[in-house]
């Protein structure tokens, strides 16, 4: 009883809700059952879905009874007759083979459904061992097993990466909590700064005006970027407008100045080149850029995981970095409310230190970066230039002198360029350092000017209370100019020197490359010729490849369809056979059971210790129903004969049931103690029961 009450309360649960009652559940019959558990098992997979009053029961029995063969129900008896038997009976909806069905399908609904998502793709197939003979089908077989193994790993890696990216209820209500509290302490910090600037009559327009500032200056930005993107499409088109306009001259050129055909192809040959040479090197930049794009992500994902633990400690460094910030703010900030006189003269050398350590580091960065661009630019033309002539030449291992290396003198070179990326990243890194630096100092200059100004009203105000204004503008630019004059010289001198030094570092090494690159020219006439040689005789072999190449498309296209063809071919004949082995073994079913009866008919063994065979079973039940619909025929015509009297009989009892009901009511209203009929006082119209009183009946 425990059982079924736990079937129709989880019926009543999603994804059912049946909304049965457990009278109801028990007054099923069969068929509805059946139907019931094909619903539950249509839930779990949906090629289960259909309705069990179109189908016979051998079928339905076999086509549930290899579903719950699928989900492993341990309910299905390992013995071959038990076997037999239970399907019978399930294929009948016998209660005591389906309520435990029942039972154990809707306590392991979940698992089960799983289960028949993967039984779907993990059925096993056993073809019979006559037909493995083929190996088409035999390789098929193969690579389903194989597919299957596949699908294992697959799924489980799946369930795994779930489980672990899966965060627990803990960790998502910390975050939560985090979360709300730097709300809270972001609101707590914009209602103290809207107390601090409420008093302050002018604060809306500067808020306004502020803003208004920053969306002007965002403005400017993005249309100086378009602007230069713009220009840097217009110098392309020109450029390219440039080149046409070029090949278009030496077109006519040639065609007025009767030109051969030999000329305008070494022409457009030698555009060729130049345009593979300026490829060559965009691709160069853009294959370093990658390779670096590719380090840098390559060392990301060496980086250790993250865990909560570590973003927590990381969060509580920001928050105590934020901390003294605020710190420091506040003191920067007193410190500039205290304007004392006395500290005028720290703030303007300040000032003037810090102005004259970011114009050095200015004009240090920038004449650095001068000069890396130069050097990177010569070294890039020149570096290009040698490969060129030196993959024309034959290829190899080509050394800063253009010449061949060994594998000594490529290992040594080699060394040279660690040395030289080293010193490259250490100046890189000090440069870092500058910049940041460069930006501390503008940041500390600004703040500077910001209280230098109230300090120059200060003078200006002291030196027209004294009659001599303008005194300190005019010292101010006499020194600027006398400085100015003096930077001048220098760096003229220092231009010229550095001038005459750069032309003649130029003037040397043009002349080494011209005495390198002559045996280079030479081999590269060589490497002409050989060129065009190689040439010709690579357009005759492809011409040959493509004749070749187009007949064994055609034959292969040919093939193709014809596989086509015969693996459809293939398949249906598959699929015949499939259905060919399901109706021979229903058949061979029905068989069994034809020889088992015909067995239990002869004698040899019974189907149940009172019935041998199917027939006395059902001779028997048959025999039950027309007894039992005699009796239901008898107590039919006793009713019917009875009626008139019995809803008489039905009625002056009513009648009766009225009247006394109404004494007693009437008595009870005048007193509480007195007798109705010979009946106590206390007697009422619910204790009275006229359905067990011994009346006789009146005819």
Known sequence: MDEIQRIVARLNQPPFSKNLRLVDFDEKSPAELLQLLNDIFTSMDSTMKGDVRDEEDLVRAARMGNFLQMLKCPLLPQDEDRRTRFTEEFGMGSKNVVYPVFHWALTNYEKLCKRAYLGKYLVRIEPPQEFMQDDTLGDLVERYKELQVEFKGTHQTFDSNKATMSRPGAELRAEIQQLEDERRQLQDRIEKLKSNTRNEIAFPAMLAATSSMRQEQDEEVRLQEKMREQRHLLDIAEQRFQETQRRLSALKGSATGGHSAEAILKELQKDVQETAKVIRGDMAGERNKLADTIARLERQRLEPNRSIEDVERMRAQVRQLERQKDEMRETVEKAMSSRGDNKLGMFRQHANMASAKLVQKEEEVESRLKDLTAVRGEVDELEAKVNDIAAAAGGGMVGPNGRQMTRDEFKEYGAQLREKSHKYKLQKT???????????????????????????????????????????????KLEMASEQTAEMDDMKGQTLDEISEIVKKINGQLEEKKTKLKPLIKELKEVRKQYQECEQDYLDKKQRYDSVAVGLATERSMLEGECDELQDECLQEESRYHYLNCLSQIASIGLEKVQQEEKWTAGHGRLLPEFANHQELYQNKINQQESLSKQLRKQQKKIKENEGGNMYQRSLYADLHRLLSAKVKSRLGGTNNGNILGISGQLTADTMDFGTAQVVRID
């Not at 500077?448 to 120059?456: M, T, Y």
């Not at 200006?460 to 209370?465: F, N, R």
């Open 430 to 476: 000090a440069l870092a350092g500058l910049r940041a630096e460069s930006v501390v100092l503008h940041r500390t200059e600004q703040i500077l000017k910001g209280r230098d100004r109230n300090l120059e009203e200060f003078l200006t105000q002291q030196e027209a209370k004294a009659g001599v204004s303008g005194y300190r503008d005019a010292q101010s």
